[in-house]
């Protein structure tokens, strides 16, 4: 197998040569946007009041944990939360319980489920979707991750996540860059979160990019790493800055994590993957073999990776560790209050 370092040099090689595709793709977008825009290609309102929460870019911007916070706050609300459910094995509509596997329903919407007291989905067909979960009259509203694109649905709110790190403005449309949307799409945004920034100066500098609506309000939220926890029982022991740790992920951007551990603990090993890999046995085995040369060493990964070992029986009697991470959105309760306000939901 060549060396990931290796295979991404030779990727962004490629992407550079594949200049001229992102140019058509980017005029591809704004065509097909022009068509919704303009009422040639219909949108709808869900059966349900509807929250979308997206971005432009591809993967990294932290829509995961700000779908669980937000849930989380607006419990009172009687949310669900239905997703696409990205790289499933399965079509359709999947009300999500504990039985299910990442195979069956992706590893997002499982962690939605271990994460939070809502009801959870999958479904290819948003509008759809919320259709079949307004049969329940428990579910009052909905949250929909990784929605932004699906032009069909006419959501009630929509909050735009850009990352400080992956700014929409300095990006490019796919290949060559990771743009999957057009920039001028930040318009149908009714709120603008940068997120992972590090102090309100970061957020500020990156606010001026952008020349948003005077009905547009944006926000910010840094990311808190939390004490590795036990994925099996939910403790948090102490380790000490020599403990040595065995990295395992398959994330967008596993370097943040990478470059916590280091500073907190002896990072030996890191196992890198694609986004959204499904382990197999083969792999665990490989992990397995090098833990049996160190002895002392523990292993860790990312709670969205963990529900993606959950099947792995070579691990079934090792204690394997996650490392939370929650987000702290600047202004939430401003957000909150204009969310509720355009639902219009009586509790």
């Not at 990442?102 to 948003?126: H, K, M, N």
Request: hydrophobic letters at 40%; glycine letters at 4%; charged letters at 25%.
């Amino acid at each position: 197998m060549l060396n990931l370092a290796i295979v991404n040099v030779t990727m962004r090689a490629l992407r550079l040569l594949l200049f001229p595709f992102s140019f058509l793709y980017g005029l591809i977008l704004w065509f097909r946007n022009l068509l919704y825009d303009k009422g040639f290609l219909a949108s709808a309102k869900g059966e349900l009041p509807s929250i979308v929460i997206g971005n432009l870019n591809t993967g990294g911007t932290g829509k995961t944990p700000h779908t669980i916070a937000l849930a989380q706050m607006l419990s009172d609300l009687h949310p669900a939360i239905l997703s696409r459910g990205y790289g499933r094995n399965s079509k359709g509509f999947i009300e999500l319980n504990q039985e299910h596997s990442a195979f069956d329903v992706g590893d997002e919407p499982l962690l939605y489920l271990r994460s939070t007291a809502c009801a959870v989905a999958v479904c290819e067909d948003r509008v759809e979707g919320i259709k079949t979960l307004a049969k329940n009259p428990n579910n009052k509203c909905v949250i929909l991750d990784d929605a932004f694109q699906h032009r069909r649905l006419k959501a009630d709110f929509n909050i735009l996540i850009i990352a400080q790190a992956k700014p929409v403005w300095k990006d490019y449309y796919l290949p060559t860059g990771d743009l999957r949307d057009h920039k001028n799409q930040i318009k149908r945004a009714n709120a603008i979160l940068f997120s992972g920034c590090a102090s309100e100066s970061d957020y500020l500098k990156s606010r001026a990019n952008l020349k948003l609506k005077p009905n547009q309000k944006a926000y910010w939220s840094q990311t808190h790493q939390l004490p590795l926890q036990n994925w099996k029982t939910g403790e948090s022991p102490e380790f000490g800055e020599q403990q040595e740790v065995v990295l395992i992920t398959a994330i967008a951007k596993a370097e943040r994590l990478k470059k916590h551990l280091e500073q907190c603990f002896k990072l030996s090993k890191h196992f890198q993957y694609r986004d959204h890999h499904f382990y197999s046995a083969k792999e665990a085995k490989q992990w397995l073999d090098y833990l049996a040369n160190h002895p002392k060493a523990i292993l860790v990964t990312s709670e969205k990776d963990a529900v993606r070992m959950s099947h792995l029986r070579a691990l079934s009697e090792l204690d394997v560790y996650v490392a939370p991470i929650n987000v702290e959105i600047q202004g939430v309760a401003e957000l909150i209050n204009d969310l509720k306000s355009s639902l219009e939901i009586i509790n």
